[in-house]
């Protein structure tokens, strides 16, 4: 048995090379986010480790990727070096001296941009955030609306680094021009330095989040629903929000389910009332819905979780409609996990949209390590964003969004966006 390593950008990358290597019968032995330490945090981007076995006699002796891009060839330097070329012959010679002679002229490069990489971050790390709010609204740059073309960014190698940090942390290209508009002319009238550019930037990502609302402390809420896809951590976000406003602001909250569509649903909720001693209600039908909020109409604050169904099924979303229609004076908010890819994120706003307005929340930050759907999702709809979780810690991994640690986080900084 033979035991190797592959890395890619992602796991599917990583997967795909270890099906090219080690066929489709290779035994996964673990799979693990690696991010990088230290200084090689300037040079490498977070990435995926698998380990993975197969016996000797059926491993392929071929080498892999031979017909990789030259932009791949970096990338990948640590995996071609982790194989075995010496047995290849002398026709991988030459294929070896080129990989050698292009990851040096790229590490030369790499460390020009790690300078400027370097002052981008120690450019966040001064950024004096009152400051930030008082300025966003009297900045007229960020009220400017010329459109700049991708390639004049391309020109100009500072505005390319924090353009690419932003595309980096996964923020949408539409969404990472918006926020470099004007910068080019701006850069080429003023000539600033690059601590100035990063705080333009960091002020329109500020602003862009800044739009947000959560469930008031004080005064008596509207019934909350929380929609959204199945597993996103709904029910488990209901009982945060429940611990903080039962525990921290005394507040009298009770829970209804309408997720009756899984037994243990049911559960999962009444497990956390009981742990809190809050009430709870099961409701099947619409009509019931609204007995049980008759019952509860004394309390501050009523949460009610909803069955996680399919964007794509039409009937599922029909029985939600209805029953979100059948109260008048409602908040609503749409549970999203960042982990999902932006487009699939879209699809699924898309069709909340057509039902209701609502506000998103964000869960599972500390399952990916760049926000980018945070703000691609804020300027795709323009719905209020509201709390972020981090874990699956009750009550613990929850807070209300921090537009500047987001903000940190697209420009390369170092927050993880998880807490106050
Ligand atoms: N890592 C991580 N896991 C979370 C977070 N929030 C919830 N989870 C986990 O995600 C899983 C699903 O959570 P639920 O709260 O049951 O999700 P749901 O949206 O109610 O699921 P359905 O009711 O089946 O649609 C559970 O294992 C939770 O512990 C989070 O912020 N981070
Ligand atoms: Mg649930």
Do not use: W
């Not at 009220?143 to 924090?162: A, R, V, Y």
């Not at 990063?198 to 509207?222: A, E, G, M, P, W």
């Not at 649903?265 to 009332?273: D, F, G, M, P, S």
């Not at 999902?340 to 898309?350: C, F, Q």
């Amino acid at each position: 048995m033979e035991i190797r390593k592959y890395k890619g950008t992602t796991e599917e990358e990583a997967r795909r090379l270890v099906k090219e290597e080690l066929g489709i019968d290779a035994l996964i032995v673990s799979v693990k986010q690696i991010k990088p330490k230290g200084i090689f945090r300037l040079f490498r981007k977070a990435y995926v480790e698998i380990t993975a076995a197969r016996d000797d006699r059926t491993i392929s002796k071929e080498l892999p990727r031979i017909n990789l891009k030259a932009d791949d060839l970096l990338k990948n330097q640590e995996i071609i070096e982790d194989t075995d070329f010496n047995h290849k012959g002398n026709e991988l010679d030459e294929f070896k001296q080129f990989i050698a002679k292009y990851s040096s002229k790229q590490k030369e490069k790499q460390i020009h941009s790690a300078e400027t990489i370097n002052s981008i971050k120690k450019s966040i790390d001064e950024v004096d955030e009152d400051k930030v709010v008082d300025e966003i609204k009297s900045d007229k740059l960020i009220n400017k609306d010329i459109f700049i073309e991708e390639e004049s960014i391309e020109e100009t190698p500072t505005l390319k680094l924090i353009y690419n940090q932003l595309l980096d942390n996964e923020v949408d290209e539409p969404y990472a021009n918006e926020l470099m508009n004007g910068m080019v002319e701006y850069f080429v009238n003023n000539n600033p330095g690059i601590d100035e550019l990063v705080s333009i930037v960091y002020k329109r990502v500020v602003k862009n989040l800044s739009d947000f609302q959560v469930i008031d402390t004080h005064i008596k809420s509207n019934p909350v629903f929380f929609i959204g896809p199945t597993g996103v951590g709904k029910t488990t976000t209901i009982a945060k929000i429940a611990s903080l406003h039962t525990l921290i602001h005394n507040r009298n909250v009770a829970l209804i389910t309408a997720d009756t569509y899984r037994i243990a649903a049911v559960e999962q909720l009444r497990t956390y009332a009981n742990i809190l001693g809050i009430p709870i209600k099961v409701i099947y039908t619409k009509e019931e819905m609204l007995e049980a909020l008759d019952f509860f109409k004394d309390k501050d604050l009523v949460l009610i979780d909803t069955a996680g169904r399919s964007h794509k099924n039409k009937v599922h979303q029909e029985e939600l409609c209805e029953l979100l229609d059948s109260v008048q004076q409602k908040d609503v908010f749409l549970t999203l996990s960042v982990a999902t890819k932006y487009r699939d994120l879209m699809k699924i706003v898309n069709v909340y949209k057509s039902l209701c307005d609502f506000k998103v929340i964000f869960t599972k930050l500390d399952e990916t390590l760049s926000f980018g759907n945070i703000l691609n999702i804020k300027m795709a709809t323009k719905a209020k964003l509201s709390y972020i979780t981090f874990g699956q810690n009750v009550p613990d991994d929850i807070s209300e969004i921090n537009p500047h640690k987001i903000a940190r986080n697209l420009l390369g900084g170092e927050d993880d966006g998880s807490s106050e």
